[in-house]
């Protein structure tokens, strides 16, 4: 079968790397643990496949034509791509294997657990273990506190990458109890007339909390928490007016939506990790995964 110019693959053009790194056939032949015969021969046969030679002997020995000089830089990308190629390929097939922190609120983590998602995960990666950092608050990633986090509100670290999952929507909710008692508020400039539930003092910049400070500066807060779960323990419990995650409010049957979603609010849930975590092999199965999983997440975190 006749060839033809580009009839050739990455191994033609080893020996043309070689005697250009090396200066001579001898040299090449040692570096490819072949013989010089064996490299002269190669490179006489890519060149006659491309129709011009690629060497020529000298009284020194052989050495590379104009021709096979005007090759090499292209050689050598070709050469990079290869060797880039086969690192990312080492990387893609190394058995993966240790453990990934997570953080992300304790609800997320319930209703994480009682999905598919986790048992996807260890399927896809048997050697790797996720083991959960339980926190309301903003757990540091560059503090090397937790590889990655599920987590909604603002991003302005500037030191983090990551993959928006969805949108972090609130309502105001009160329960049954509660309604029957004192009322239904009927707007949010209402809520400065009832009792009302939110963050403690250890959480005082969440937007929760700097929202209800500014809608209802003089209202009673009756029940103040450090967590999302206690707020809504607290509404349940018909203390007061509570504005939740729709993903919880509107799961449980005791609790009523008072006020429809609050704009200011709204965040966007995101999967973050750190540039330089980003890329090792544990993280990466992980984000990869949680990626490749968006669509399935969201309504888990989002309701």
Known sequence: MAHTPLDFDWDDLKPLLAVAQHGSTLAAGRALGVDASTVQRRLSGLGRRLGQPLVERQP????????????????????????????????????????VRVTCPE??????????LLQRFGERHPGLQVHFVMSDRYVDLTRGEADVALRSGDTDDGALVGRKIGDSVWAVYASTDYLARHGRPQSIEDLANHALVGFDDTMPTHRLSVWLHRIAPEAAIVARNNSVLGLVQSARAGLGVAPLPVALGDAEPDLVRVIEPVAELT?????????ALRHTPRVAAFFDFIVDEIDTLRPIITG
């Open 267 to 275: 965040r966007t849930w995101r999967v973050l990790t750190t540039p």
């Open 107 to 116: 609800p997320i983590v319930y209703r994480i657990t009682r999905s598919t």
């Open 60 to 99: 020194s020995g052989y050495r590379l034509t104009a021709f096979g000089e005007a090759l090499l830089p292209q050689a050598r990308r070709v050469e990079a791509a290869v060797a880039e190629f086969q690192q990312q390929l080492a990387v893609a097939t190394a058995e993966v294997a240790g453990v």
